[in-house]
């Protein structure tokens, strides 16, 4: 709970800065790096055209901008050698028996069954949870051992009391609210049209990016649930070009979270004449090894 508590601004301005929605305005670039901008593609535009996406639920879309073609191409492959396995009755006994629980008139109730009981271990522990929380991001904030730049300090700090009115006036652990979300992902679920293993694996990868979407943009609204409209806050941020070279730029992408303007700031490299998420690349060359070698 303590990390999560911690994590949540940060998270919000690390999801701009990367695949969350923007439609904030263009900066200009310093005068300094005008020549470099002639030959190089915007940063902001292209965070702009992700955060268009992310809005509109263009889940393949999105995937697709976040990734490197030759990254797209290789996962593409990946899936499309898992694609040509053989089914197996087996897989198929499988499989229809997890969709079953998805689609099934009772299905709600059958997710909210597992639910119930976790939630009602956690509700006699939340408070201490909360406190501990709000103590440990407090720490986080003040100590010179942490992580956090200048920035993301003054930002934590500043998004604090905002934070905690939204934690405790909001009832995570609500049955009604929880059962609410898990009916609004199963109906999503419902009407991805997918029935069974094979017309799932007639798909290639963007066919079922595009099918899942409607699920997409039900977690978006789940999470509204409690209190987090990602689409408002994604329509306070704004884009700063800090650095732009012909290969590398740097960015500060800045969200107004619980009423307080949070920054962060990105290292971004272009490839294939588009930008990329330094630190995301990297991520995503470790996860698409680790999917190869399995």
Same mark, same amino acid.
Do not use: C
């Given at each position: 709970?303590?990390?999560?508590?911690?994590?949540?601004?940060?998270?919000?301005?690390?999801? !701009?800065?990367?695949?969350? @929605?923007?439609?904030?305005?263009?900066?200009?670039?310093?005068?300094?790096? +005008?020549?470099?901008?002639?030959?190089? /593609?915007?940063?902001?535009?292209?965070?702009?055209?992700?955060?268009?996406?992310?809005?509109?639920?263009?889940?393949?879309?999105?995937?697709?901008?976040?990734? @490197? /073609?030759?990254?797209?191409?290789? &996962?593409?492959? !990946?899936?499309?050698?898992?694609?040509?396995? @053989?089914?197996?009755?087996?897989?198929? &006994?499988?499989?229809?028996?997890?969709?079953?629980?998805?689609?099934?008139?009772?299905?709600?109730?059958?997710?909210?069954?597992?639910?119930? =009981?976790?939630?009602?271990?956690?509700?006699?522990?939340?408070?201490?949870?909360?406190? #501990?929380?709000?103590?440990?991001? +407090?720490?986080?904030?003040?100590? =010179?051992?942490?992580?956090?730049? @200048?920035?993301?300090?003054?930002?934590?700090?500043?998004? #604090? /009391?905002?934070?905690?009115?939204? +934690?405790?006036?909001?009832?995570?652990?609500?049955? &009604?609210?929880?059962?609410? !979300?898990?009916?609004? $992902?199963?109906?999503?679920?419902?009407?991805?049209?997918?029935?069974?293993?094979?017309?799932?694996?007639?798909? =290639?990868?963007?066919?079922?990016?595009?099918? +899942?979407?409607?699920?997409?943009?039900?977690?978006?609204?789940?999470?509204?649930?409690?209190? $987090?409209?990602?689409?408002?806050?994604?329509?306070?941020?704004?884009?700063?070009?800090?650095?732009?070279?012909?290969?590398?730029?740097?960015?500060?992408?800045?969200?107004?979270?619980?009423?307080?303007?949070?920054?962060?700031?990105?290292?971004?490299?272009?490839?294939?004449?588009?930008?990329?998420?330094?630190?995301?690349?990297?991520?995503?060359?470790?996860?698409?090894?680790?999917?190869?070698?399995?």
């Amino acid at each position: 709970m303590n990390r999560t508590l911690l994590s949540l601004v940060l998270l919000s301005a690390g999801l !701009a800065g990367a695949v969350s @929605p923007v439609l904030a305005q263009e900066r200009a670039v310093a005068s300094t790096h +005008a020549a470099a901008s002639v030959s190089v /593609p915007d940063p902001a535009r292209q965070i702009t055209d992700l955060a268009q996406k992310f809005r509109a639920g263009d889940l393949s879309g999105l995937a697709q901008s976040v990734v @490197p /073609p030759e990254k797209w191409r290789a &996962a593409r492959a !990946a899936y499309e050698r898992k694609r040509a396995e @053989p089914t197996t009755e087996e897989d198929r &006994a499988r499989f229809a028996e997890k969709f079953a629980r998805i689609t099934s008139a009772d299905a709600v109730d059958q997710f909210m069954a597992d639910i119930e =009981p976790k939630l009602a271990r956690a509700r006699p522990q939340l408070p201490g949870a909360l406190l #501990m929380g709000f103590g440990a991001m +407090a720490m986080a904030i003040d100590s =010179p051992e942490s992580d956090l730049t @200048p920035a993301e300090r003054a930002a934590l700090k500043s998004a #604090m /009391p905002g934070l905690q009115r939204w +934690a405790n006036g909001t009832d995570f652990l609500s049955s &009604a609210t929880m059962r609410r !979300a898990v009916g609004r $992902i199963v109906d999503a679920a419902r009407s991805t049209g997918i029935t069974d293993i094979d017309q799932l694996k007639s798909l =290639p990868l963007e066919g079922v990016l595009e099918r +899942a979407a409607p699920v997409f943009t039900a977690a978006k609204e789940a999470v509204g649930y409690y209190g $987090i409209d990602l689409d408002a806050i994604a329509a306070t941020l704004k884009v700063d070009v800090l650095n732009l070279e012909t290969a590398t730029a740097r960015v500060r992408t800045t969200v107004t979270v619980f009423g307080a303007p949070v920054s962060s700031e990105h290292d971004l490299v272009l490839v294939e004449g588009r930008w990329y998420d330094k630190d995301a690349l990297v991520h995503f060359d470790e996860e698409l090894d680790d999917d190869v070698e399995s």
